[in-house]
């Protein structure tokens, strides 16, 4: 019912442009391709060191390499050095993991991750085995692409101009969903908007975004 | 979870969007922010207290209209705006974190320098012979105390502390706190209260006994930039010193007439935060008490201020105003992280004599602040082993450096120094020294148990079993303590049994972190309520960035610090990577990169994680070419040719420190015969020995306007021809304060 909601209200693809559509595709592309190559670098004596007897990584090169990532993350976060992360950061993590979980789902993670003696920590080896089984399983918490994105937008323009009048957004973002505080509303609004006009020029957001989460951090 | 968390969100929320006057970072968003009731705890999970949670996320239903489809459109817009940029946020945040590592990592590396400087300290104590170059600073007093009192560390630079800070520490009170002739290094005998107030000062004037007026006027003159008399200065600090004296070992203050109490923690010297929260909270008042939690002094420029505020504020109010001793109420402390080159610098000829008074308001300050019974404030935190009982009948006075144990602690029946490593370990568990020095040096950490704070180098890790279980044990419900930065101001650890609270805004760097301060609300009979105000004394040119923007501007400024860092220990460096790349291609791996890094440097960073904004990468094998970690190095990577000079530049924290120690009676210079103990000292400290002949050679051409000693300036003047480039890394910028 879902996704025939979505398609019931689809504007026509040419709308997007076939061009532009090609675009974003080959970006992305090109950076899991960048990303995979990081990651094979990162089979390093001071991550093993860091792990331990810890965690066992699998056997199987292709899931070794995405659980060194997500310890590598869990690393970053680490600060105690003692292999425990504050489960406040799990969003934080998850997010930088190319996952796109809404709140709602940080804390269905978090159930599954957070150690059921001490409350507030997790553990690494529950912490990679659980993501890592996520991104394996890749159907869950997936990051939108360009394509999606822009759908999206261009429904809320009625207009159809591609901009977006930064109020509007503001009052949705704040009122459903997972609202937004009007700080942080206030932020993303600061963020997308031209400077010159007061318009959200979505295209142009939304391509920022992409670019931003393009960036490899492993 | 969504229902309880939204309730307790609620008056954060409101609370910040009323008192906030910066942005969010993106951190925000993923920690706790509510106002809460400490009572509330069990039903709760200290998770992630979103601004939202399950429960309000509307699911659509089967059948609907059009307008209704309308609806679901927007809201499945919403969530996915809502969820994509807080991805975004999420990138955000991870440089924001490293970014924070590296300024952290920096900051308690310092720290771990100072604990270790004990040791050095320790050796000077016991194997520096006397010679007579040495105790220019020490005739007052010098007959009176053994040659180890006569050498020992002292920032007052005056023998009365010298004598103060161990002959004391046996007697416990010999050298009374007193209106007493002090010395200055010239042999002067000038009385700091009787000295004129010259007719052409400006700057405000203070009358005791303390009065309303007379802060208000402090603080209007402080806006201006004024310096306050020293006379004045001498004054209040020797009046805050005995009424401190006088308080027991933890305040006890009550709420039940107050109704309500704030906390706010660590200063550091930026008196803008200061005046922002007594701008927001009112002055202090018995209907309006303030506890401070310590590091008050040291980083900021305007560390003599805020001390003098807050002391003339116990003054006038001492049921209205508790102050906790920092670690960083402690000369040794002050000595490397600007405190005293501020006093000097604003008291000149002076300093010394009001840096003694000084000492005598940090070993009065009391240790610790018991509100109604049940809510500790201490400035660090605690260990397994403290025992607040015990605490409460030590003499605090002998503690005029924390991070010197009293001699008597620190022998051996055969007259053996201990090492601090020795003595911190368990079986001097019960010492007296360590109590005191858990409370103010120690952090929490996740999870469980108590260890040695090897990061900080001082203290313990206290995990959430040690709050519960040190709570418990003294009937207590809350530990609030300060000591670390947060990006938000607080943060609550254990189960909401641990909260810490940092009132210093933009700590590392405009637009790191916000201040705060919190409210406990309601009296004795109501369950404890935090309430927290977080604030920005930014500028207003930082307020209307974007994240990225400011982000950014940190993230550079941070990876500056780590670049000179890095620069400092190039020779090691080099060697290191040298060793990893037999062949001399220049290039090695990643790996071998972090782990040369993180070895030469030792500091703790995500290097594989920095390593993209340190050194490029060869793009046909994807090794690390090494060379361009050191970029802004012009010098040969060799390190056959290392001169003198550089290796004190390398060590110019620790060098500046020891200057201050050598220079007994902060006239700040040193004599030749105190500079080539300095390099004996540092040699030994570095374990790389400076022959006799450059050392006298160094000393000579050092000494710039051939009088035969050697100031700071000259010093620095050295290494700034040695090494041109570093010209800006002198942080000597009081110029504006010499007007």
């Known amino acids: 019912m879902d996704r025939g909601m979505e398609r019931g209200m689809e504007p026509p693809q040419d709308d997007l442009g076939d061009e532009e559509e090609g675009d974003f595709e080959g970006g992305e592309e090109v950076e899991e391709e960048d990303n995979y190559h990081t990651v094979k670098a990162a089979n390093a004596a001071d991550l093993l ?17 995405i659980e060194r990532r997500v310890a590598l993350m869990f690393q970053i976060f680490d600060t105690s050095h003692q292999r425990l992360v504050d489960v406040r950061e799990v ?91 009007f700080e942080e509303a206030d932020e993303m ?20 975004i992409v670019a931003a989460l393009s960036i490899s951090i492993l | ?65 059009k307008a209704e489809r309308g609806k679901t459109i927007s809201l499945k817009a919403a969530i996915l705006i809502q969820r994509w940029y807080r991805q975004y946020l999420a990138r955000m945040e991870i440089r924001r974190r490293y970014t924070w590592n590296i300024f952290q990592t ?52 005056d023998a009365s502390s010298t004598a103060a800070a161990s002959g004391e520490q046996r007697t416990g009170g010999r050298v009374k706190l007193r209106k007493r002739k002090l010395f200055a290094g010239n042999g002067a005998c000038i009385d700091l209260e009787d000295v004129t107030v010259e007719n052409d000062y400006k700057g405000p004037h203070v009358k005791l006994p303390m009065t309303l007026q007379n802060i208000q006027e402090l603080i209007d003159g402080f806006k201006k930039k004024k310096i306050l008399h020293v006379k004045y200065v001498a004054q209040i600090l020797r009046v805050a010193a005995a009424n401190l004296k006088a308080l027991p070992n933890f305040h006890q203050p009550s709420t039940s007439l107050s109704k309500q109490i704030t906390i706010c923690g660590d200063l550091h010297g930026k008196l803008d935060d200061l005046l922002v929260i007594f701008y927001k909270n009112g002055l202090p008042s018995p209907e309006n008490p303030y506890v401070f939690n310590g590091d008050y002094v040291d980083r900021g420029k305007r560390s003599v201020e805020i001390l003098l505020v807050l002391l003339s504020c116990f003054l006038l109010c001492p049921d209205g105003v508790f102050l906790n001793r920092g670690n960083h109420e402690d000369h040794i402390m002050n000595m490397r992280y600007g405190f005293i080159r501020e006093v000097r610098l604003k008291y000149k000829v002076f300093s010394g004599r009001l840096l003694t008074l000084i000492d005598q308001v940090y070993r009065s300050l009391p240790l610790g602040t018991i509100i109604d019974g049940r809510v500790l404030v201490v400035h660090g935190g605690i260990s397994e082993t403290t025992d607040l009982k015990l605490i409460t009948d030590i003499d605090r006075q002998k503690y005029v450096s924390i991070l010197r144990p009293p001699v008597l602690e620190t022998m051996n029946s055969d007259g053996r120094v201990i090492p601090l490593s020795e003595l911190y370990s368990s079986s001097h568990n019960g010492s007296e020294w360590k109590q005191v020095l858990d409370l103010l040096w120690s952090d929490p950490q996740n999870g469980t148990g108590c260890s040695p704070n090897t990061f900080r180098g001082g203290g313990s890790y206290f995990g959430s079993d040690v709050t519960e279980k040190v709570l418990k044990k003294h009937g207590l419900q809350l530990l609030i303590r300060s000591h670390e930065c947060k990006p938000d101001g607080y943060e609550f650890m254990h189960s909401n049994k641990c909260l810490t609270v940092f009132s210093a805004s933009n700590y590392y760097e405009e637009g790191s972190n916000k201040g705060a301060y919190v409210r406990l609300l309601g009296g004795p009979s109501e369950a404890v309520e935090p309430y927290f105000v977080q604030f920005n004394a930014a500028t207003p040119k930082l307020r209307s960035m974007t994240i990225r923007q400011r982000v950014g501007l940190v993230e550079a400024s941070a990876l500056r610090e780590l670049r000179t860092r890095i620069r400092e220990r190039q020779d090691a460096l080099t060697q290191a990577f040298n060793n990893y790349d037999p062949d001399s291609k220049g290039l090695i791996s990643v790996s071998d990169w972090c782990v040369a890094l993180e070895e030469s440097t030792d500091l703790k960073l995500p290097w594989r994680l920095l390593r993209p904004k340190l050194a490029e990468l060869d793009s046909a094998t994807g090794l690390v070419k090494f060379a361009t970690t050191f970029q802004e190095e012009t010098q040969s990577d060799s390190e056959v040719d290392v001169t003198v000079a550089e290796v004190l530049y390398r060590n110019k924290s620790s060098l500046e420190t020891i200057f201050r120690i050598i220079d007994k009676d902060n006239s700040g210079y040193i004599s030749m015969d105190e500079f080539a103990e300095a390099c004996d000292l540092l040699g030994k400290h570095l374990s790389t020995p400076i022959p006799q002949q450059q050392k006298l050679e160094m000393a000579k051409s050092m000494d710039m306007n051939k009088d035969g000693k050697i100031d700071l300036n000259e010093f620095m003047e050295t290494f700034r021809i040695v090494n041109a480039e570093h010209e800006q890394d002198d942080s000597l910028d009081y110029e504006e304060l010499d007007d």
């Open chain 1, 189 to 208: 609004v600061t963020f997308a908007m031209d400077k010159d006009d007061g318009l959200i020029h979505y295209e142009q957001y939304v391509d920022t």
């Open chain 1, 91 to 181: 969003g934080t993590m998850v997010r930088s993991l190319d996952l796109c979980p809404t709140e709602a789902e940080v804390q269905e993670i978090i159930g599954h991750v957070e150690e059921s003696t001490t409350k507030g920590v997790v553990k690494l080896e529950s912490f990679v085995k659980h993501i890592s089984f996520v991104i394996m399983e890749g159907t869950k918490y997936r990051q939108r692409t360009k394509e999606e994105m822009m759908r999206f937008f261009y429904k809320l323009d009625k207009e159809k101009k591609g901009v977006i009048d930064p109020a509007k957004i503001k009052a949705q973002i704040c009122k459903d969903g997972e609202p937004f505080t």
């Open chain 1, 49 to 65: 060191e860091y792990v331990g007897n810890a965690y066992t990584f699998s056997p199987d090169p292709f899931q070794a390499d």
């Open chain 2, 106 to 157: 920096i900051e308690y590396a310092g720290e771990q320098d100072q604990m270790k400087l004990y040791n050095f300290f320790n050796a000077l104590l016991t194997h520096m012979p006397q010679k007579p170059g040495i105790d220019i600073g020490s005739k007052d007093g010098a007959n009176e105390t053994s040659s180890l009192d006569s050498v020992s560390v002292s920032s007052g630079g």
């Open chain 2, 1 to 65: 979870m969504g229902g309880g968390a939204s309730v307790h969100k609620s008056k954060g929320q409101d609370d910040s969007d009323s008192c906030n006057t910066s942005q969010r970072d993106g951190s925000s968003s993923q920690k706790q922010k509510s106002g809460f009731r400490i009572h509330r705890k069990k039903k709760q999970k200290e998770a992630p207290r979103q601004s939202t949670g399950t429960g309000q996320i509307r699911p659509h239903q089967g059948s609907m209209g």
